[in-house]
């Protein structure tokens, strides 16, 4: 597992470096997938994402986080032999937003980043929560890639 990482905040943030490094590995692990993959993650702010979100959702107002995933399936995709590591997706997480969601739910600042990492990479492969099973299945496989990443 590869993450390119990009901050345009505070400096401070430049450790999620390797706080995102280390959960995607164990949410990879966890969820057993043996494939190679490169995750871009960019820590923007509320005006930034407020932007993102107007142009690709037509929401104009700010967000905790956004994926875009890179693999669907093209069928004229020419196949890839090997481990060569393929570019999963990109995920923007609004460092502003999680501040303030941090203080609204009683955690820690970290605790509500790496929740958010954990659902930008849960959308990269495919998981959704526009149902209420959806949403079950996926925010309880967030809690145990969270709870697994403690161990």
Do not use: C, W
């Amino acid at each position: 597992m590869e993450i390119t990482f990009t901050n345009t905040g505070p400096s401070g943030l430049n450790d999620y470096e390797t706080i995102y490094r280390d959960l995607a590995v164990s949410a990879i692990a966890f969820l057993k997938i043996t494939a190679e993959y490169i995750i871009e993650v960019n820590l923007v702010s509320d005006e930034e994402i407020q932007a993102i979100n107007k142009a690709y959702r037509g929401k104009d107002a700010p967000t905790d986080v956004i994926s875009f995933a890179f693999l669907d399936s093209i069928e004229t995709e020419v196949a890839i032999k090997g481990d060569v590591p393929r570019l999963l997706g990109e995920i923007m997480i609004s460092y502003e937003t999680a501040e303030r969601q941090a203080k609204k739910y009683g955690h820690s600042v970290q605790r509500e980043m790496k929740f958010l990492f954990a659902h930008g990479i849960l959308h990269l492969l495919g998981y959704n929560h526009e149902t209420t099973d959806q949403e079950k299945v996926m925010f309880a496989l967030q809690d145990q890639i969270l709870d697994q990443e403690k161990k």
